[in-house]
């Protein structure tokens, strides 16, 4: 069963689980099973995507009760004032702040503006060697997209070569390869922690939060209890 974080007449938001995708799609043809249909089962009637997650992000996901209402939430979305934040464990250790400007190519080639906060959270570094070093360093970050694209956070992070741990394949093959095999890991650890924006029906400020997912729980557990020094920020 689904985690429902918010409901009222207009909307419904859930927390995600990883591997799960949103709706149906072609270039997921192994997937039997989606958000908007295991909810529509749930709460016993239609609901409507108001954004996308990818199928490996957990997290806060938005639908809108009506089809009507979609609009009106994607908007209130767009403004300003709508805030989303993620939560990711990445390798090596993040700068303080990054603000991020660097387009990104579709793959039918179009060019888009991207842009995309980061902030670092907390260092971790583990008595694991790796690719020729005695540690292995990682740190948990806080990202906030300013722009909507495909995988933005994903592609950015892999630009400022700090990929996201169990990303395929905008990640660290190897880092993926030592997670799996030190510590039987293998799902990418992005997470929607929350999402902030004006209710368009309520006229109030709607402040969504989700849970990590015990995998992502778990790993943070392990860090924090190996890590040789940790950087609070």
Same mark, same amino acid.
């Given at each position: !069963?689904?985690? %429902? %974080?918010?409901?009222?007449?207009?909307?419904?938001? %859930?927390?995600?689980?990883?591997?799960?995708?949103?709706?149906?799609?072609?270039?997921?043809?192994?997937?039997?099973?989606?958000?908007?249909?295991?909810?529509?089962?749930?709460?016993? =009637?239609?609901? =409507?995507?108001?954004? *996308?997650?990818?199928?490996?992000?957990?997290?806060?996901?938005?639908?809108?009760?009506?089809? $009507?209402?979609?609009? $009106?939430?994607?908007?209130?979305?767009?403004?300003?004032?709508?805030?989303?934040?993620?939560?990711?464990?990445?390798?090596?250790?993040?700068?303080?702040?990054?603000?991020?400007?660097?387009?990104?190519?579709?793959?039918?080639?179009?060019?888009? $503006?991207?842009?995309?906060?980061?902030?670092?959270?907390?260092?971790?570094?583990?008595?694991?060697?790796?690719?020729?070093?005695?540690?292995?360093?990682?740190?948990?970050?806080?990202?906030?997209?300013?722009?909507? *694209? !495909?995988?933005?956070?994903?592609?950015?992070?892999?630009?400022?070569?700090?990929?996201?741990?169990?990303?395929?394949?905008?990640?660290?093959?190897?880092?993926?390869?030592?997670?799996?095999?030190?510590?039987?890991?293998?799902?990418?650890?992005?997470?929607?922690?929350?999402?902030?924006?004006?209710?368009?029906?309520?006229?109030?400020?709607?402040?969504?939060?989700?849970? !990590?997912?015990?995998?992502?729980?778990?790993?943070?557990? !392990?860090?924090?209890?190996?890590? %040789?020094?940790?950087?609070?920020?």
């Amino acid at each position: !069963m689904l985690e %429902i %974080i918010y409901q009222d007449a207009w909307c419904i938001a %859930i927390n995600k689980p990883h591997g799960l995708l949103v709706h149906r799609s072609s270039i997921a043809r192994d997937a039997d099973e989606f958000a908007v249909q295991l909810l529509r089962d749930q709460v016993g =009637f239609q609901v =409507f995507p108001v954004h *996308r997650l990818d199928r490996k992000t957990s997290g806060v996901l938005l639908f809108a009760t009506q089809a $009507e209402y979609v609009t $009106e939430f994607q908007s209130s979305m767009q403004c300003d004032a709508a805030q989303k934040r993620y939560l990711a464990l990445v390798r090596g250790f993040f700068q303080d702040q990054i603000a991020l400007d660097y387009p990104l190519t579709r793959d039918d080639g179009k060019v888009q $503006e991207a842009q995309t906060n980061f902030k670092n959270i907390e260092h971790f570094e583990l008595p694991v060697p790796f690719g020729g070093f005695p540690t292995s360093r990682y740190s948990l970050i806080e990202a906030q997209p300013l722009t909507g *694209r !495909m995988h933005q956070i994903r592609k950015h992070l892999n630009h400022l070569r700090h990929p996201i741990i169990g990303d395929r394949p905008h990640g660290c093959n190897k880092q993926n390869k030592l997670f799996l095999e030190q510590w039987n890991m293998s799902t990418m650890l992005l997470h929607a922690s929350s999402l902030d924006l004006n209710h368009p029906f309520l006229n109030t400020t709607l402040k969504l939060e989700a849970e !990590m997912s015990v995998v992502f729980k778990g790993v943070l557990d !392990m860090m924090n209890q190996n890590s %040789i020094k940790t950087a609070s920020l």
